[in-house]
């Protein structure tokens, strides 16, 4: 079946044997980065490599340049010698140009939440560095070696997940970016927190001194939203093809129709991602035998399950694009022109198309789940659980179990008939009963154990409201009134939530009813 595997026909073979055998190394600057690059340094150990063509380092150190000498020429830059938002109409003097990046990156130190993942964090900082090497944003050519080399040493900046509102870039979850640059905050090294300075100093570089407008170059822009999308591209297109896989397999579970993947019902409604999909069914289905079917049609799950996967299918192509051009983007405020020597205020920070996009995603991934869940439901009922209820836990403790389907309301339910066996069970596991008298765990008083023979077998008299048995070495106590069944408590005795109703008790024969959805007990002794 390997040649039939959907996880091999991923819309872009070049970039599937990418992901199989990663580069040891991604070129950043003057080339188009993919989702896969970004895969391969986050998650497969590839490093980077700053572009080495003269002209582009040129362009680079231009652009530094020329901020220089425009702030040296009196000019007014957002960010650089003025206040942040409503305080751009404040001038910062000349003495503290300097050091306004500093106290930029610092006053932004207040992150919260759980820390970003190893490969998130390696995601966020290749999108920085990418996004800073179009030249755009006035840095050095050596802040981007030292980022570059951060990556490569693998010394990831311990940053918050919460913090950034994207409409103004994500600035306080770059800051630790930046922090880490200059040696401030902590980083972890070699599966260790530490001290940013120290393991600068252990691997040789020097903490950077950001020069006027690095630190609003390396915090204002998009890259944590950019990096994390990328990641959830990736995971979200595997699951569009697993999900065509357990497809396949749950028409085999359930002798389904694998008519219902033929090409031309695709090539009559042509949206590309179905048709993959049902391309990818068909494959698995390869080479089986029609067994007689069941049905005319099968269920919306099976059936339609390409016309679902295909959304989500497609949905990955434009966000696909939006992803990537967001990656290839300066999307920083103001830009600096190197060649025509201009200083340009905009808001390419905004994140409005990863927001968009992701949004989007988590609706089609959402869907996948309930296509899934829907197609589990469907698999043979009566054989999972009805080995799981006699070959299962209740076997193991010397009970003989039968159960039936009730289908009410929409919720599949089991009626459970559980007659105890003295003795012990075919395994040979000690059944007599465990629970001792007195108060359930939960602290419920009125429970007692029953009138037993110490062998699993319940004997007279019946149990009357309020009052407990234990079944073997069951997983509750089978309770009559307002206590525990199945560890779930109950409104009232005997009535049930809606699920189900049941007939009295009889002491040789206790009934319950068991919901296949969350674990709840369907109904009530």
């Known amino acids: 079946m390997a040649e039939n595997d959907p996880l091999s026909h991923a819309p872009h073979a070049s970039s599937s044997a990418e992901l199989a055998l990663p580069a040891d190394r991604v070129t950043v600057g003057g080339r188009h980065l993919t989702i896969e690059d970004v895969i391969a340094v ?3 150990g ?15 150190e231009r652009g530094a340049r020329f901020l220089r000498e425009r702030l040296a020429d009196g000019g007014i830059v957002y960010g650089v010698n003025t206040g942040y938002g409503d305080a751009c109409v404040v001038g910062v003097p000349p003495e503290l140009v300097e050091a306004l990046p500093l106290q930029l990156t610092r006053y932004h130190g207040c992150g919260m939440g ?24 006035g840095v050095r050519h050596l802040l981007l070696q030292h980022l570059s080399e951060l990556i490569n040493q693998r010394v990831l900046p311990r940053i918050p997940a919460e913090g950034s509102v994207g409409a103004s870039g994500d600035l306080t979850p770059l800051s630790y970016v930046a922090a880490a640059l200059i040696g401030e905050r902590e980083v972890e090294y070699q599966g260790q927190l530490r001290p940013a300075t120290e393991v600068l100093q252990q691997i040789g570089l020097a903490p950077l001194t950001l020069a006027p407008k690095e630190g609003l170059a390396l915090m204002n822009g998009t ?24 497809t396949a397999l749950s028409t085999l579970a359930l002798n389904g129709r694998a008519a219902h993947f033929d090409a031309m019902l695709f090539a009559a409604k042509p949206h590309v991602g179905q048709a993959e999909s049902a391309k990818w069914i068909r494959a ?32 990955l192509g434009w966000m696909r694009r939006d992803i990537e051009t967001e990656l290839n983007s300066a999307n920083d405020n103001p830009l600096i022109d190197p060649d025509g020597e201009r200083v340009l205020h905009g808001g390419n920070f905004y994140g409005g198309h990863i927001a968009f996009a992701m949004d989007a995603l988590k609706v089609a991934v959402a869907n996948l789940a309930d296509l899934m869940d829907r197609q589990f439901r469907q698999r043979p009922r009566s054989r999972i659980h009805q080995s799981w209820f006699q070959g299962g836990p209740y076997r193991c403790f010397g009970l003989d179990c039968r159960s039936t389907e009730i289908d009410h309301a929409g919720q599949r339910v089991f009626a459970v008939d559980r007659i105890a066996q003295p003795g012990q069970s075919q395994y040979g596991h000690d059944c007599r009963p465990r629970l001792p008298a007195g108060p359930d765990a939960d602290g419920t008083s009125g429970c007692r154990p029953c009138a037993g023979d110490g062998a699993g077998r319940h004997l007279t008299p019946a149990p009357t409201a309020g009052e407990c048995y234990p079944v073997g070495r069951c997983f509750g106590r089978i ?4 206590r525990r069944a199945f560890g779930f408590r109950r409104p009232g005795p005997r009535a049930g939530n809606g699920f189900a109703r ?24």
């Open 479 to 482: 309770c009559t009134g307002g």
């Open 223 to 246: 890259a944590v939203m950019t990096g994390l999308a990328c990641l959830a591209w990736r995971r979200a297109e595997v699951l569009t093809q697993l999900a065509s896989r357990l």
């Open 284 to 315: 698995d289905l390869a080479g089986r035998a029609e067994a007689p079917v069941e049905r005319l049609q099968d269920r919306y799950s099976i059936r339609c399950a390409p016309h679902v996967i295909g959304v989500a299918r497609d949905a």
């Open 46 to 60: 590839a490093g980077v490599t700053l572009c080495q063509d003269p002209l582009w380092v040129e362009r680079i």
């Open 42 to 44: 986050a998650e497969q």
């Open 502 to 525: 049941h007939s009295r008790v009889d002491p040789q024969r206790h009934h319950a009813a068991v919901s296949s959805q969350h674990g709840r007990c369907g109904g009530r002794i």
């Open 114 to 137: 759980d820390y970003l993942d190893a490969s998130q964090t390696r995601a966020v900082m290749l999108a920085r560095l990418n996004s800073l090497a179009h030249g755009y944003s």
